[in-house]
């Protein structure tokens, strides 16, 4: 009987890797490429011992371990150093890349119904789910080879071909823990929009109990899945038990999918969802109105999960601007004056780099948005809507209303939960009008990116991957831009090139203003396009 409910996986395994390989390959070619070129880069920046005492310096601070983890002692040669700053990074673009294969796999071909269409030949229940979990282990530890192969390319200084591989397969590993995660999520919930939710859920829980206990104490990250990936001791004592931890989890949540797949109809879950009212909404009685129905789950998560995020990292505040622990004497040589104003700098250059990851979490739930005009139009929702006299105009700019409304929303809810978090942490916090700075400034460029998706949506729909990849590409600039002493004309690619160090400097007006410009052309480029392609 079990054989029998696994009836044609080889198939559809061979199928789904058909179907997806194009997606499957630049993946694992972006990511591969990535990891194996900041490599490369580390033998050159770091070749020295005083180049690598320079930056140990920084990254031991709270706030760099906020960001990166918590450095391990003993660093010494440029492979120390890169396996301390990549791990988690790459570990957070394996969650990324997992979710959004697994949950399209799953609920995506339950919701379009493809999945009912197989299941009505010799198909056993459990084939789908099988296949996407070997296309899953396929895919990651594919990748996971790619890097330990890489890292022998690269040469970098202090590798071994033990530690090459634990980094590489490791991180392979901590991707397939997270598809577990993603296929279970996607048996519990009956659509793909919250099977993604809870999923991030789960992440962002991770996220923030691995931050405070590398912060607060290290040990207790051990009680972290996501923190696991911290805990390899690459290149010094190549420890494999984190690897044995996730295989167990793996095992674990994917045999939980696998019982409730069983016992489950499809387009079903083990939470349904709650039927609707017999009668609609006296708010209900417009196309922007349904957009925010059909995104209030998301918005409302999003707000809170990036208000708690903020609030999180707001709450280290005191750790990070207190340069009295490191140095006791500097009180008596500067006096408290000088000491409040350099620990409120530390602070405020903090606050400068968490805002390119603020900007772009709070762009996912705008961007997902403006896609969703692609996805009910596949799904042949919009015929239903201009069965109507709906006309593209109005779709279209409630589309782009609901997306800006929401990222603006986000950010704005980010930036208060940090506002809160250095009131609690703080016996003297910054003010409100320090984040409301910040906030101003990053309107204009989060604009652009939402006008770039709008634009690529109007004309070009098909290219709609390209808004992520950017997306990705202007977060790993900002964000590694001055580790990897990268020089100044790559951040000039992205709009948050020309704002950043904002609230440590200034945002300059003129700026804005052209940002805005540029912004409203692309949801014109984009209004046009919409409103005179064909639907598909």
Do not use: C
């Amino acid at each position: 009987m079990l054989s029998n409910n696994f009836t044609k996986t080889a198939f559809l395994t061979r199928f789904s890797l058909r179907k997806n390989w194009l997606k499957l390959t630049i993946w694992a070619v972006a990511m591969a490429g990535l990891f194996t070129a900041i490599a490369a880069k580390f033998t050159s920046i770091y070749s020295n011992q005083a180049a690598i005492d320079s930056v140990m310096e920084t990254l031991k601070s709270p706030a760099m371990t906020a960001l990166f983890g918590k450095m391990p002692s003993g660093v010494s040669t440029s492979a120390d150093i890169f396996a301390a700053e990549m791990t988690v990074f790459m570990a957070i673009m394996a969650v990324v890349m997992n979710y959004s294969i697994v949950i399209k796999n799953l609920r995506g071909e339950e919701e379009t119904g493809i999945t009912e269409i197989i299941r009505a030949h010799a198909v056993g229940k459990l084939s789908l789910l099988g296949a996407t979990m070997i296309e899953a282990i396929i895919l990651n530890l594919g990748i996971g080879l790619l890097y330990s192969l890489g890292l022998s390319v690269a040469n970098l200084s202090g590798t071994d071909l033990n530690g090459n591989f634990l980094l590489g397969l490791g991180l392979g590993f901590a991707g397939l823990m997270f598809s577990s995660i993603a296929a279970l999520m996607s048996q519990i919930v009956d659509n793909a929009r919250s099977s993604t939710i809870l999923s991030y859920l789960v992440f962002g829980i991770m996220y923030i109990a691995r931050m405070t206990t590398d912060i607060s104490d290290p040990k207790q990250t051990w009680w972290v899945p996501f923190g696991w990936v911290e805990k390899f001791s690459t290149y010094k004592n190549n420890d494999w038990t984190p690897v044995l931890l996730m295989i167990i989890f793996t095992i674990i949540a994917f045999a939980l999918a696998f019982f409730i797949n069983s016992k489950r109809d499809v387009n079903a879950g083990l939470i349904a969802t709650r039927p609707g009212k017999k009668q609609a909404s006296v708010f209900l009685n417009g196309t922007f109105s349904l957009f925010l129905k059909l995104h209030k789950t998301s918005i409302i998560v999003w707000t809170i999960g990036l208000l708690i995020l903020g609030f999180t990292y707001g709450s280290i505040f005191s750790d990070i601007g207190d340069i009295i622990k490191t140095n006791p004497a500097l009180e008596q040589m500067l006096g408290k004056s000088a000491i409040h104003s350099a620990n409120v700098a530390i602070i405020k250059q903090f606050i400068s780099m968490l805002m390119i990851i603020f900007a772009v979490l709070s762009l996912i739930p705008g961007i997902q948005t403006i896609h969703d005009l692609k996805t009910s139009e596949n799904k042949g929702y919009l015929e239903m809507v201009h069965a109507k006299p709906v006309g593209r105009s109005k779709l279209y700019l409630n589309a782009i209303t609901v997306a800006t409304i929401t990222t603006l929303l986000v950010l704005a809810a980010t930036l208060y939960g940090l506002y809160l978090g250095g009131v609690y942490s703080m016996k003297d916090p910054l003010p409100l009008k320090t984040f409301a700075k910040a906030y101003a400034a990053y309107i204009s460029p989060t604009l652009i990116m939402l006008g770039l998706t709008a634009a690529i949506i109007g004309t070009a729909p098909k290219l709609s991957i390209l808004n992520y990849l950017y997306l990705t590409a202007a977060l790993i600039i900002q964000y590694f831009g001055k580790l990897l002493k990268l020089p100044d004309w790559p951040e000039k690619l992205t709009p948050f090139g020309y704002i950043a160090q904002v609230p440590v400097k200034t945002a300059d007006p003129e700026t804005i203003i052209w940002q805005l410009a540029i912004a409203v052309i692309l949801f014109g480029i984009g209004y046009i396009g919409y409103t005179r392609r064909d639907l598909k």
